[in-house]
């Protein structure tokens, strides 16, 4: 069984030089920190993170791997991901090697929220998936299980097991 977190970037600025460039919020270093504990309560360990290249979210990343007390090396910071549809997130998901386990994925709204909704095959927890309804915000956090190689990971192929929004 395969673990996949699937995470929106946790609160940012509403103004930088360019929206590549916005940076979090305290509140947001907050609840992305909160949000890690969450995790690691869940007993959440991944291998390897693929993080949009955005200043949001690699510092969403750091206070995340601080708040879980994972190593914060384990992330690629990847420019692709940063606008990139929910199709072309899912292909690289797939990209993922077969030897990691567990992943997790930081990117941006809409793409994660849809990410979550194509992979959802509704037979999760329920408590997750009414509040899934509710909406993405920032902080936003969703785990799912997946059973097979991460390249026929496909809609509808995953189960949502938790859903949370860090708010520390």
Do not use: C
Not at 44 to 73: F, K
Not at 142 to 164: K, M, N, P, Q
Request: net charge negative; aromatic share 8%.
């Amino acid at each position: 069984m395969r673990t996949l977190v699937i995470m929106r970037h946790a609160k940012a600025e509403s103004s930088a030089p360019s929206d590549f460039e916005r940076e979090l919020t305290d509140r947001g270093h907050r609840d992305a920190t909160e949000a890690g504990a969450w995790l690691a309560a869940q007993g959440v360990e991944p291998e390897y993170a693929l993080v949009s290249a955005a200043a949001r979210t690699i510092q969403t990343w750091e206070d995340l791997a601080a708040g879980a007390g994972w190593d914060p090396t384990l992330a690629e910071f990847d420019e692709a991901l940063y606008s990139a549809s929910t199709e072309a997130a899912l292909d690289l998901i797939r990209e993922t090697d077969d030897g990691i386990s567990t992943l997790v994925i930081i990117g941006h709204n809409p793409t994660a929220a849809y990410l979550v909704q194509l992979l959802d095959d509704g037979s999760g927890e329920d408590t997750g998936g009414n509040e899934l309804a509710l909406g993405y915000p920032t902080a936003a956090v969703t785990i799912l299980a997946y059973d097979g190689g991460w390249r026929d990971l496909d809609e509808a192929g995953a189960l949502v097991s938790g859903f949370h929004v860090g708010r520390g």
